[in-house]
Every structure is written in structure tokens, then in C-alpha cells.
């Protein structure tokens, strides 16, 4: 009777061969469980993305009809017969008379509108260019050069764009008072051309859109300061510069409450002040007339993020990306 020795090399195969075996024989139950796992966190991640996207889409949806609303009412009611502004339906049109009604409105009070709506297109023109120019050679400068105080003076400029405008109103009022500028266009302009927010827009731009080699290359070729700041440095911050021109002249159109305290003269009102009076008139200027003149007011405003939103879209991602 033999005897055959297995070796332990060979009892080791053997108990491998049979341990594959075994496997193949039977589903792994760990990889099952494995499996569902991954699927379910997949799953839930899809569902969870599906809630958080449906949930931003109605709450923008909801912010943007309650902007929308005053917009719609406003082109729905000018559009209405004159003197029938406020009547049924109130967010449908009753006829069009669009034409009829902005022909009214400019040739009423001798044509008064036109004259306002010249005089807001100068002051916020005017103000917008002069304050943009001046934001940007600021922020320039706090971007390009090193200086002492150079971080004080941007904080003083950051400080200054949380106080609200409104605050200096009186102040400025009396000052004006005393160097006899009221009933003057620059009692309106000059206080206009401070932008801190440009200033900050511009320091951050110009430290991300104007390479320093670019600069020392300007220099080496012989140009001076000036010279790189308006053939190379302006035309590289020309986003953010529509950007800071279009805030400041939204923000000059729409100011009322310096402009109605240092211009009494009538013929020298912005719009926005021209059309408060006709509301407070007391029955002696139509509701309608005012009515069509505010739509009519923001006309200039929407033709301009128009016709400049290809540049007011790049300018304000500045400084969210580095």
C-alpha cells in the first residue's frame, strides 16, 4: 500500500484551487452589498441635485416676478387711453396707444419732458465719464505703484463705500450754499464723480488685467507713466470701466434727492425730479402724463445695458477668479 506525500507547497495549491472555486460557485455578498450602496448614494446625490436645482428655479422665479411686476403694470398702463391709466383690467392692455400717449406726454408743458430728459442724460453722462476716469487712474495707481499708506488709503476707500450717499446731501447743500452753486448743473456733477466702489473695481481689475511685464517692457521702450496708463492700462481695464461707467450713471439718473435741493430752476431739473412735481402738483398735471413719462424715463437706461452688456458681463466677474 503506497503512501503519497503531498508537500506543503502542494497542500497550499490545492486549498487555493479549492478557495477559487468556492468563490465561483457563489455570489459575493460583500460586492452585492457594495453595489447597492454605491447605486443608492448615486441616486440620492441625483435627487438631492434635482431638489436643489428646482428649488433655486422657484425662488428666482418668484424674486423675478416680483420685480417684473411694477415693469409689466407700468408698460401696461401707458399703453392704456389717456386718462385711463388706473381702470380694468389693471395687468392687461385696454388698446394701444403707446404713440398717441408719448406724443402727449412730449408735447405737454411745452415740451418741459424732452428738457429733463436732456438734462439727466448730461449730468449722468457727464458725471459717469469724469467719475469713471478718475476711479479707474485710483485704482491704477493702488494696483501698479508701492507707496506708503498704500494699504490705509485703499481700507479709507473700502470704508467709504458702505456710507450711503444720502448722508452727505445737507452737508453738501450748505457748501454749495456758500460758494453760490445752487441752481448750478455742477451743484449736481460734482459730488457725482466720486466713486469709491470704481475705485475698488479698478484696483482689483487692473492687478489681475495688467501684467507688470507689460509695463516695465512699456518703460523700457521709452514711455512714460501717463503714456502706459492710457495706451495700455486703459484699454486692458475696458470691462471693468463699462461696468463702473454703468453704475455710476444708473446711479446719477436716479438720484433725486441732491438734485432736488440744489436745482430750483425747473428748466434745469433731471427727470426724476421733473416727474415727482408733476405727482405732487395736486390735480394740475394729469396722473397719466406721469405715468407715461415714468416708462418713458427708464427708456434710455435699458437701451444702454443693451447696447453695453456684452463689456458690463465680463466687468463685473472681476476679481472672481485669480
Not at 383690467?89 to 394701444?96: A, L, R, V
Not at 426724476?272 to 402724463?289: C, D
Request: proline letters at 5%; aromatic letters at 12%.
Amino acid at each position: 500500500m503506497s503512501v503519497q506525500l503531498i508537500t506543503g507547497n502542494e497542500a497550499e495549491s490545492e486549498n487555493a484551487v479549492a478557495g477559487r472555486a468556492e468563490t465561483r460557485g457563489k455570489p459575493a455578498g460583500g460586492g452585492r452589498n457594495f453595489g447597492r450602496g454605491t447605486g443608492r448614494k448615486a441616486r440620492d446625490n441625483r435627487e438631492t441635485s434635482l431638489a436643489s436645482r428646482l428649488t433655486v428655479t422657484i425662488v428666482l422665479g418668484c424674486f423675478a416676478v416680483y420685480f417684473l411686476i411694477p415693469i409689466w403694470w407700468l408698460l401696461v398702463a401707458a399703453s392704456k387711453p389717456m386718462g385711463e391709466q388706473f381702470s380694468a383690467p389693471g395687468f392687461w392692455f385696454n388698446g394701444m396707444h403707446m404713440g398717441s400717449n408719448i406724443a402727449e406726454l412730449l408735447s405737454s408743458r411745452d415740451g418741459i419732458f424732452m428738457r429733463w430728459i436732456l438734462n439727466s442724460i448730461f449730468y449722468a453722462g457727464v458725471g459717469a465719464i469724469v467719475g469713471t476716469l478718475l476711479a479707474s487712474m485710483a485704482g491704477y495707481a493702488l494696483a501698479k505703484y508701492r507707496f506708503r499708506g498704500r494699504e490705509v488709503v485703499f481700507g479709507v476707500v473700502l470704508a467709504a463705500v458702505l456710507i450711503p450717499k444720502i448722508l452727505f446731501t445737507l452737508p453738501l447743500y450748505l457748501m454749495f450754499s456758500e460758494v453760490g452753486l445752487i441752481n448750478n448743473p455742477l451743484a449736481v456733477i460734482l459730488p457725482s464723480i466720486v466713486s469709491p466702489f470704481g475705485v475698488y473695481l479698478s484696483r482689483v481689475f487692473a492687478a489681475q488685467s495688467v501684467p507688470d511685464e507689460v509695463i516695465e517692457a512699456a518703460r523700457l521702450d521709452g514711455l512714460g507713466e501717463v503714456g502706459i496708463y492710457f495706451r495700455i492700462g486703459l484699454r486692458m481695464m475696458t470691462p471693468a470701466l463699462v461696468t463702473i461707467f454703468l453704475f455710476n450713471f444708473v446711479e446719477i439718473w436716479n438720484n433725486y434727492l441732491l438734485p432736488a435741493m440744489v436745482i430750483n430752476d425747473s428748466s434745469l431739473q433731471p427727470v426724476t425730479v421733473g416727474l415727482v412735481s408733476w405727482f405732487a402738483s395736486n390735480g394740475k398735471v394729469p396722473m397719466s402724463l406721469v405715468v407715461v413719462g415714468a416708462l418713458v424715463s427708464i427708456i434710455p437706461l435699458v437701451l444702454l445695458f443693451l447696447f453695453l452688456q456684452r463689456f458690463w458681463k465680463a466687468g463685473l466677474t472681476a476679481g472672481a477668479v485669480k
